[in-house]
T-cell receptor, first 112, second 110 residues
């Protein structure tokens, strides 16, 4: 039981490049979330999903897209990376919307 | 999460008690949480409290909930160097998510 895993752990992109971050969970959770964490700003919700095939916008969705084709996976895409997207990205999953969230180890992304 | 507020920093001496405070504006949550984030890692649930409880104790941790003042606190007794981390207060939301505070960085002085 690996819990929540994220790949990659680190990535450096040039402005304008694209990439996809993968989140996987093996707990059969319905809900999955993508956050970004910046110094002094806590966690900000980017997008979330309440089940396979569903996605919804969070607090800071601009510049990101997501897909939930399989229940266990939640993908976060950056189509054209910008320096403002330099951050640490965390994925989380939970059994229900207001239940405990389980977090992945994070992906540190730098956009130059 | 501007409706969950906590101070950014707390410094305590090793062996003393640490008290991290949090206030929130929406009282409809069923659960309130404390998460811990160690350097370079994701958040891990430390403890939680049901909204119909006033207090919960778990070893060195004591959570106090004042529903009238919408105030949640986390007390860590006999603070150790391993307690150095960022602590996030959070509340469950009916809108399919958890609302997090900005986190309190706890540092331990020798």
């Amino acid at each position: 039981n690996a819990g929540v895993t994220q790949t990659p752990k680190f990535r450096v992109l040039k402005t304008g490049q694209s990439m996809t971050l993968l989140c996987a969970q093996d707990m059969n959770h319905e809900y999955m979330y993508w956050y970004r964490q910046d110094p002094g700003m806590g966690l900000r919700l980017i997008h979330y999903s309440v089940g396979e095939g569903t996605t919804a916008k969070g607090e800071v969705p601009d510049g990101y897209n997501v897909s939930r084709l399989k229940k266990q996976n939640f993908l976060l895409g950056l189509e054209s990376a910008a320096p403002s997207q330099t951050s640490v990205y965390f994925c989380a999953s939970s059994l229900a919307g207001d239940y405990e969230q389980y977090f992945g180890p994070g992906t540190r992304l730098t956009v130059t | 999460g501007e409706d969950v507020e906590q101070s950014l920093f707390l410094s305590v001496r090793e062996g003393d008690s640490s008290v991290i405070n949090c206030t929130y504006t929406d009282s409809s949550s069923t659960y309130l949480y404390w998460y811990k984030q160690e350097p370079g890692a994701g958040l891990q649930l430390l403890t939680y409290i049901f909204s119909n409880m006033d207090m919960k104790q778990d070893q060195r941790l004591t959570v106090l909930l004042n529903k009238k003042d919408k105030h949640l606190s986390l007390r860590i007794a006999d603070t150790q160097t391993g307690d150095s981390a960022i602590y996030f207060c959070a509340r469950g939301s009916s809108a399919s998510k958890i609302i997090f505070g900005s986190g309190t960085r706890l540092s331990i002085r020798p």
